[in-house]
T-cell receptor, first 112, second 116 residues
Framework: EADIYQTPRYLVIGTGKKITLECSQT?????MYWYQQDPGMELHLIHY???????EKGDLSSESTVSRIRTEHFPLTLESARPSHTSQYLC???????????FGQGTRLTVV | AQSVTQPDIHITVSEGASLELRCNYS??????LFWYVQSPGQGLQLLLK??????LVQGIKGFEAEFKRSQSSFNLRKPSVHWSDAAEYFC??????????????FGKGTHLIIQP
């Protein structure tokens, strides 16, 4: 069973606030990902990382930023939340050289 | 770039009946294919994967999928569904690349409804 954790699970926040979504994995995986999933829609890759100090933008443009200072942590930050950021954010990780992704339970973000 | 099409947005099946969820992919080289399941409010759980070899792959929870290169398909099947199988099912294709994103590309998902 994969061990990847996201906090908070649910977040309702006002427009203009700064937020950080946490993602941690205990598997020692190098590669980590953030996907955005709107209701009833497919997942879109917004950020990924090959390892410490590596961050790349994904296929879907996002105003969020990420950092990878430690292997196990891959937080996502929104400097100024807007209603258009309302979505579910899913974090995932995979082993080096592997494509199989292990997902966290997601953070459902609502910006009011 | 790779893409995945899941033609059925919703499928309704009676409990105990057989199930087939369709998935078509577009990718220039040998694809790496996955099926994930997502229960409401949860993350995604891997059901099965195809990398190479036998084109019929077995997964968890009694699911199987068959890779058909000629049809660019990777359909998911289960002989007899249970009420607990009601969920969203996602097909995905993955690729290795030297410089671009190598995360998975997902289809839009198929919502499975189980009738008693």
């Amino acid at each position: 069973e994969a061990d990847i954790y996201q906090t908070p699970r649910y977040l309702v926040i006002g427009t203009g606030k700064k937020i950080t979504l946490e993602c941690s994995q205990t598997m020692g995986h190098d590669k980590m990902y953030w996907y955005q999933q709107d209701p009833g829609m497919e997942l879109h890759l917004i950020h990924y990382s090959y390892g410490v100090n590596s961050t790349e933008k994904g296929d879907l443009s996002s105003e969020s930023t990420v950092s990878r200072i430690r292997t196990e942590h891959f937080p996502l930050t929104l400097e100024s939340a807007r209603p258009s950021h309302t979505s579910q954010y899913l974090c995932a990780s995979s082993v080096p050289g592997g494509l199989e992704a292990f997902f966290g339970q997601g953070t459902r973000l609502t910006v009011v | 770039a790779q893409s995945v099409t899941q033609p059925d947005i919703h499928i309704t099946v009676s409990e105990g009946a057989s199930l087939e969820l369709r998935c078509n992919y577009s990718y220039g080289a040998t694809p790496y294919l996955f099926w994930y399941v997502q229960s409401p409010g949860q993350g995604l759980q891997l059901l099965l994967k195809y990398f190479s070899g036998d084109t019929l792959v077995q997964g968890i929870k009694g699911f199987e999928a068959e890779f058909k290169r000629s049809q660019s398909s990777f359909n998911l099947r289960k002989p007899s569904v249970h009420w607990s199988d009601a969920a969203e099912y996602f097909c995905a294709v993955g690729a290795y690349s030297g410089g671009g994103a190598d995360g998975l590309t997902f289809g839009k998902g198929t919502h499975l409804i189980i009738q008693p």
